[in-house]
């Protein structure tokens, strides 16, 4: 019985690190824009949702 507590715990720690990558590459990619490109990004958005604030 302590092997698969020892096994989940492990699979624990394996999943946070695993979302800790996912997370950091997400943000990077985020950041990634330039402040033209989001701006130009979230008009088009506003666009597609209705046109509202025009």
Same mark, same amino acid.
């Given at each position: 019985? &302590?092997?698969?507590?020892?096994?989940? !715990?492990? *699979? !624990?720690? +394996? /999943? +946070?690190?695993? %979302? /800790?990558?996912?997370?950091t590459r997400a943000e990077r990619q985020r &950041?990634?824009? %330039?402040?033209?490109? +989001?701006?130009?990004?979230?008009?088009?958005? +506003? *666009?597609? *949702? !209705? /046109? *509202? /604030?025009?």
């Amino acid at each position: 019985m &302590r092997r698969v507590w020892k096994f989940l !715990g492990l *699979a !624990g720690v +394996v /999943g +946070v690190a695993a %979302t /800790g990558v996912a997370m950091t590459r997400a943000e990077r990619q985020r &950041r990634a824009y %330039t402040p033209d490109e +989001v701006r130009d990004r979230l008009r088009r958005r +506003v *666009a597609e *949702a !209705g /046109g *509202a /604030g025009k």
